[in-house]
């Protein structure tokens, strides 16, 4: 429960997502628990710079417990979050829209293996052949592919779409129209590249029920952080300096500075 506390309302859903988070913290709240049973041992809870330090810590703590249970109040319910998420999804239509995106898989000949440029090429072109001729793509990326990572999982390079590739790999792959297609050799700074497609999704807009959940996240968020400001700014608002004691305060430490 008071890992939960300490977590602003509008990461929650992300913060639980992630055992390591909650761990993390855990072990934080933990460790100060410990060093604040030392200091208590040793008393030095009742020296006078650490009753000034707890004395500000609480007024702090109190302070944004108040604005918790206040923002709290004003927290939106399920249908104004989605009445909300409704509107930021149409009125943003490029923010939920996704790009053009691809599922391939590569073979690697590196250039720089002992090879020449010319030597890269042939043996890319050779590779090449024997897919031509039936040899599975999978175990030829397992047994040939200078690229360890995804020769380990038979060239699989996952769904990419367009900028997350080297310009000549991303042109080549595009390219491509049907799943099964191979390419000719495609040089890049890493060597020579044997791409074949797997699959193909095109350009779309994402569906609004896709997207809900992490528009939810976004808008409680937003209106926690918007509830929470106007409650500080109507506090500082009857806030009121004291001029003098501000010129003084300030020309005695200025002072003190430059002895």
């Given amino acids: 429960a008071m890992v939960g506390?300490?977590?602003?309302?509008?990461?929650r859903g992300q913060f639980y997502a992630n055992p390591a988070n909650i761990a993390a913290m855990a072990e934080a709240i933990y460790g100060q628990r410990a060093l604040a049973t030392q200091a208590r041992a040793a008393k030095h809870d009742e020296t006078p710079e650490a009753r000034r330090q707890l004395a500000l810590g609480a007024n702090r703590v109190l302070a944004d417990s108040w604005i918790d249970h206040l923002a709290g109040q004003k927290a939106p319910t399920d249908a104004q979050l989605d009445a909300h998420a409704r509107t930021t999804y149409n009125a943003n239509p490029n923010q939920f829209s996704q790009s053009e995106q691809l599922r391939a898989r590569h073979i690697l000949v590196a250039g720089n293996a002992g090879r020449d440029d010319a030597q890269a090429k042939a043996?890319?072109?050779e590779l090449l052949a024997q897919l031509?001729?039936?040899?599975?793509?999978?175990e030829l990326a397992r047994e040939a592919s200078d690229d360890k990572g995804s020769g380990q999982r038979g060239g699989d390079l996952g769904t990419f779409g367009k900028g997350s590739m080297v310009p000549e790999f991303e042109a080549a792959a595009?390219?491509?129209?049907?799943?099964?297609?191979?390419s000719e050799p495609v040089k890049s700074q890493f060597g020579y590249h044997i791409i074949e497609l797997l699959d193909a999704k095109p350009a779309r807009k994402l569906p609004f029920e896709e997207v809900l959940p992490a528009l939810r996240e976004q808008v409680r968020a937003r209106m926690d952080a918007q509830e929470r400001g106007r409650l500080w700014a109507e506090e500082q608002a009857q806030v009121k300096i004291d001029g003098a004691a501000l010129e003084a305060l300030m020309h005695r430490h200025i002072t003190t500075f430059n002895r």
């Fill in 5 to 11: 506390v300490l977590v602003p309302v509008g990461q």
């Fill in 123 to 125: 043996r890319a072109e």
């Fill in 132 to 138: 031509r001729q039936g040899r599975p793509f999978d």
């Fill in 174 to 182: 595009f390219a491509l129209t049907k799943p099964g297609q191979l």
